[in-house]
């Protein structure tokens, strides 16, 4: 999906909505336990209620690891079943010497080799530009980089300065000179809106992918004031408090709901802020 189809997408949706797909199979309704592929028959069910009023998904795929073989099928099922509308995430937050990233974005990227074709992955850059450089060799793929993060520890490297700078800022200042804004995202957690600012002086035309939304208490209007760009440039995701939002025969409708609540909220922000 390139730049302009993925603003096209928010524009006729009125949404910045990425939906993360965070599905522990310890939490998900008891009686999908009864179905041949229970992660995959809630995420189908999440996708169904939830496609109208988002433009984004991102599977945690530590959530999928974790079940061995079978979570990896019930990944490539939910990355196939996902409307290609719809700007897919594969949080990954790889990251390695040249050949593994190589492979780590054949994983990701190439369905011959692993059936898996997502428009993107999140990437850790503290190897450098050669861990990152591989992911970028696929054509219209993005590399979605951490800058960032909205965790309690992201202070202990990030905010670190050095010649007058944060240690992150530097992540965004040379970054981009291994691709452009077609390529490039950044990780920009909801729970640091007060530093969006200062980040939209660096990379001004850049898309942030923003975690933090809901269950972790980061501010939609403060995200959507201090990031938002003439483009929107903005992807907020919401996992919990969306997915988990029922846990009954209804969880689907309970999670249609909660999209919809953020949904309507990003349509009053885009009139406002983005111009």
């Known amino acids: 999906m390139t730049y302009e189809e993925l603003f096209q997408q928010i524009s006729s ?5 990425c939906v993360g797909l965070d599905t522990d199979i310890r939490k998900i309704p008891a009686h999908l336990l009864k179905t041949a592929d229970p992660v995959f028959e ?10 109208d009023h988002c433009v984004s998904y991102k599977p945690n795929i530590a959530f999928y690891e974790a079940q061995g073989a079978k979570g990896w099928e019930s990944l490539q099922k ?7 509308t719809h700007f897919t995430i594969a949080d990954a937050k ?7 990233s190589g492979l780590y974005a054949r994983t990701f990227f190439d369905p011959v080799s692993s059936g898996l074709d997502f428009d993107s992955v999140t990437v850790a850059p503290y190897m450098g530009s050669d861990s990152v450089k591989p992911f970028l060799e696929f054509d219209n793929k993005w590399v979605i980089l951490l800058a960032l993060t909205s965790n309690l520890g992201s202070s202990d490297f990030q905010r670190l300065e050095f010649d007058g700078s944060a240690l992150y800022e530097h992540v965004l200042r040379t970054s981009q000179t291994w691709a452009g804004a077609d390529r490039i995202m950044y990780v920009a957690g909801a729970t640091q809106a007060s530093e969006f600012q200062k980040i939209r ?4 035309d850049h898309f942030l992918l923003v975690p933090g939304v809901g269950a972790q208490g980061g501010n939609l209007e403060e995200v959507s004031r201090f990031g938002m760009n003439a483009h ?9 408090s969306i997915i988990y939002a029922g846990n009954g025969l209804d969880f689907a409708q309970r999670a249609k709901e909660e999209a919809l609540v953020l949904q309507k909220e990003m349509e009053t922000y885009l009139n406002k802020y983005c111009n």
Do not use: H, M, W
């Open 13 to 17: 949706k009125k949404s910045y909505l």
């Open 42 to 51: 809630f995420n189908k069910q999440i996708i169904d209620a939830t496609a």
């Open 78 to 84: 939910t990355i196939e079943y996902i409307p290609k």
């Open 94 to 100: 790889r990251g390695d010497i040249g050949n593994t």
């Open 201 to 204: 002086t660096i990379i001004p």
């Open 232 to 240: 929107c440039g903005l992807l907020v995701n919401a996992s919990r």
